[in-house]
């Protein structure tokens, strides 16, 4: 089983879009892969992140329930921490229930919003990547927007990723082609910043 965290420059780049068609992709060429949803904030009714890992599991024949995919849902739109007004959320389970996955050749673990997303008061979305290195050798997807400012994003969770010491890898989810190839391409280009930004390319560089 290899395990990959999903974080992100932000909410809303795209993280729960590229992690399920990752899955679709890998297995498609035959690596049992699921998405896992931990904790999901904001939800009013279904969680929607959430149900889209779901039916993308289930498409694939997994038959797996929405339990198994997402373990809190919280209706306040902010981070886990904040959400969790009755302090449920257990970062032992979490890493336990990943656990159970074992017979699946790639299992994608999709955080809440960016790097420093509080899931407790003291433990954060990077110590949640992490404990995945720990456990289970997991490395970091980090799915970066390529909106003005995102040389800044880009090179700012490079930093902070390597310097913790987690594996890592960079997609660019390409929300603006024309202002990202004028402005942002040239300098990564010339200052040899590693990244994927098609979603054939980071699976060949994750698998």
Sequence with gaps: MRVFFVTGSDTNVGKTYVTSALVKLLNQRGHKSVALKPIETGVSGMPLDSMLHLETANSLGYNLTLPQ???YAFALPASPYC???EHRICVASLLEHIERFQDFDYVFVEGAGGL????LEDYFMLDFAKDLQERFQGETLFVCDTHLGMINRLLSARYILQHQGICSHFYLNCLDTK???Q???PFLREAGI???CTLDELSLVIG
């Design 83 to 85: 959400a969790d007004v």
């Design 183 to 185: 402005i942002s391409l």
């Design 179 to 181: 202002e990202f190839e």
């Design 194 to 196: 590693e990244y994927t």
């Design 69 to 71: 995919i997402n373990q």
């Design 116 to 119: 420093f997303v509080p899931i």
